[in-house]
């Protein structure tokens, strides 16, 4: 939406074409999953007296209609792409196979999944989640307007704690607002890290990528402990170069 209230902006269409462009050319393999809330939401559908069922299926093909867009942004940049659909859209979609997803990366092609996971009552988090793991990918990028996770909606408490490096256990137990609780329990149980981060800020997803530390990351309780022990370390040694010079 950009700063619309509905719709596509042209300008941040290109803006995150471009970010992808930039990343598929390390020879990264970039999966992209869309949600669809600047056309129509599924929960949206109760709101103005629809069937839930009839609402998600609205949804998911509104994020065809993002994904569409993204695939022509793309493709104008030069980019290979291809768009699969969890729904039978054979126009303007292949439908989803997981071993042609998999040979289309393998090939260097951006691949785009759209329409969710083809099924009422699971989020666009939960389609990536799934989609994540069936192609067996490394991490789950999670594109937001906020820069990580924090203990509470920075936008509403100037006093939220910032989290560099979370547990799965500790977002359970602290109760924080990451993913809808299908995703999230489908990246903790198949160990797949996930890293929230603010896509909106230009560079950040190749930064990301080349391994600077950006946004939050998501990840089993050793990994996550190993990390934080790493940062502190590297704070400690920090502080003592700035004692050690004055």
Do not use: W
């Amino acid at each position: 939406m950009g700063e619309q209230q509905y719709g596509i902006d042209s300008t941040r269409l290109m803006q995150y074409a471009q970010e992808i462009k930039e990343v598929a050319a390390l020879g990264v393999e970039v999966a992209v999953v869309i949600g669809g809330g600047n056309i129509f939401r599924g929960v949206q559908a109760e709101e103005v007296g629809l069937d839930r069922v009839q609402g998600d299926y609205m949804g998911m093909l509104a994020t065809v209609i993002n994904s569409m867009a993204l695939q022509s942004a793309l493709e104008k940049l030069g980019v290979y792409t291809r768009l699969l659909s969890g729904l039978n859209i054979q126009q303007v979609c292949e439908p989803y196979i997981r071993r042609r997803a998999v040979r289309h990366l393998e090939k260097g092609r951006v691949v785009i999944f759209g329409a969710g996971t083809g099924n009422p009552y699971f989020t666009t988090d939960s389609a990536a989640s799934l989609r994540a793991i069936e192609v067996e990918a490394d991490v789950v990028l999670k594109g937001t307007r906020v820069d990580g996770i924090y203990s509470a909606d920075p936008e509403k408490d100037p006093d939220a704690i910032f989290y560099r490096n979370i547990s799965f256990k500790d977002v359970f137990e602290k109760g924080l607002n990451v993913m809808d609780m299908t995703a999230f329990t489908l990246c903790k149980e198949n160990g797949l890290p996930i890293i929230v981060f603010d896509m909106n800020t230009q560079g950040n997803l190749k930064r990301l990528v080349q391994g600077e530390q950006i946004g939050t990351l998501v990840s089993m309780d050793d990994v996550a402990d190993s990390l934080n022990e790493s940062i502190n370390e590297l704070q400690e040694e920090e502080q003592q170069n700035r004692t050690d010079k004055n």
